[in-house]
């Protein structure tokens, strides 16, 4: 390993770390969110700093002060004229993002806080959602006329866009600024500040151990625990390979970092030095995924037999044995699309739904079986049998205080992210956006090519990343809204369900898929091609759904929320029939 090579690893590992305990902070500001919602109460929005009116008129002008000075310089800079296409693509689309969303946001303060001049007082009269549909042709328009311009007037056009993206860019940044009262602001962020409360104040808190506590294995326990939720993400490629040229030496140094490829093929033949983007690319690839994560239930049973409490020997001897227990059901779940894909490594699996169709489509049934068997290894309700309160207090930690409570917390959080982004990679494409390969995008149904548009390389792998991030955001909040839409299962029910239902049907699934791959490898080709077609249909119901779901999602966010407050009970009827209350100084 070259010395670029380990500081590429210790690159990809930070990343990889900071994703993980920042979303695991935020799950836990996500589910203590829901739960107020259900429970109609306060939410974890007390945590606030009040910061002087000066600092954060600083903190709201510096991001788009530098992005905008970014815009600027790139403006000013001589590109050739393939690099200035794309810039001034990508630079009238930014414009177009940053004016329909800073007017968004104006709009929420003037409508929230109210009109400060006559030109906030017009934007409150507006529907937000006007606002966001105007955005969303705009992008369009926007996208058709850039294609138009011919590549000789590039340069000029794309120094036109990124000047006015900067422009955009500063004069929103002075504008927010403006809109920061006097004094002293109270900041929140959401609610999110709660999470780093918590984190400061469990490191601060007493380390209670039980006086006939084992106190080594004690102590060691929430180690166990979370250790082999952050190692299981070294195998999960959260990028696709990158390309880097050699300068002739023939060795992948620092100087040839500067080389990445401006285009690459959608084989990506690379005559340089290949970077993938994942901590370790193994061979035994999941096989290592179910090793590490069986590990956890040490940690588990550990915590529970080392406290000397009954009440965690209990709730170690439920998570030893459910662990133990789902574990064969979630591995034999996948079995189908190991037949399917022909490879262990995960980045092959990728590769294979990038080339043909997702994995939720070619296996649907398997997904099901997954995500409840992930369900019950994370301990996740309605799993949570090894610490539930109602029946055994907190279960295997209740004898864990401080840090150590607190590690046992991150760690359940980061089992969340991280099998959201299993589940993102076996059933969801991985980094995959539909009709988005290497070169660009490829609008491809059977031999017919619809449409086609060239990308750079480090465009299209910004781009993988991203896709593949916020795919594992949103799986995440999906398992997120599990805990408060169902209820706890009984233990007795929770073992039956693993080894007389998921187990079965796991194993039947397994054979149905062995017996269908059989028949397909022995079909005509005909039929292969109309499987082909079908699975490129796929990316055009993914590509449409996907678009129309977004826009229905964020039209919804913005709909206008009226609030009347109303009497609905016998005793209002009763008051309405009798002429309605009567109003008194005393009435609260």
Known sequence: MTGVELVLAIVKILIVLLFLLN????????????????????????????????????????????????????????????????????????????????????????????????????????????????????????????QAVPLSSAPLA??????????????????????????????????????????????WKEDFIPKNADRLLHSLAPLLAMFPALVTFAVIPFGDKLCFGDNGDGIFGFSDLPLLKNTVDQALACNGHVVSLQIADLNVGILYLFAMGGTGVIGAALAGWASDNKFSLLGGLRAASQMVSYEVAMGLSIVGLLIIYSSVRLGDMVQWQVQHAWGIFVQPFAFFLFITALA?????????????????????????????????????????????ALLVTLFFGGYHLPFLDRDGINVVIG???????????????????VAFFGKTILMSWVQVFFRWTLPRFRYDQVMRLGWTKLLPLAIGNMMLTGILVLAVDAAPAGLRDGLQVAADISQV????????????????????????????????????????????????
């Open 376 to 420: 019950a290894e994370t301990k996740r309700i309605p799993f949570d049998q090894p610490e539930g309160e109602s029946e055994i207090v907190a279960g295997y930690f209740v004898e864990y205080s401080g840090m150590k409570f607190g590690m046992f917390m991150t760690g359940e959080y980061v089992e969340l992210i991280t099998s959201s």
């Open 447 to 465: 031999q017919t090519t619809l449409f086609q548009y060239k990308m750079t390389h480090l465009a299209v792998s910004a781009l993988y990343v």
């Open 541 to 588: 119901v993914l590509a449409v759904g996907g678009f129309a779901a977004v826009v229905a999602v964020i039209a919804g966010l913005l709909e206008p929320v009226e609030r009347n407050r109303f009497l609905h009970s016998t005793a209002a009827r009763f008051a309405a029939a009798a002429g309605g209350t009567k109003a008194s100084p005393q009435q609260a």
């Open 23 to 146: 979303m695991a902070a935020i799950a836990t500001w996500a589910d203590r969110r829901q739960g107020a919602m259900v429970q109609d109460r306060v939410g974890p929005n007390r945590a606030v700093v009040y910061l002087p009116s000066m600092l954060v008129r600083g903190i709201v002008l510096l991001p788009p002060t530098v992005l905008g000075a970014l815009a600027a310089l790139t403006a000013t800079r001589e590109l050739s004229l393939p690099a200035a296409g794309d810039t001034m693509v990508i630079g009238a689309q930014l414009a177009v993002l940053v004016a329909w969303f800073n007017l968004l946001v104006f709009c929420g303060l003037a409508r929230r806080s109210g009109p400060i001049n006559a030109a906030e007082e017009a934007l409150a009269a507006v529907d937000p959602r006007g606002i966001f549909y105007g955005g969303v042709a705009a992008h369009v328009v926007v996208f058709l006329v850039t």
């Open 158 to 203: 794309a120094r036109v866009a990124c000047g006015l993206l900067a422009a955009l860019l500063f004069a929103s940044g002075v504008y927010a600024a403006s809109r920061v009262p006097e004094g002293k602001v109270p900041l929140r962020l959401l609610g999110t500040l709660h999470a780093a409360a918590d984190a400061i104040k469990m490191i």
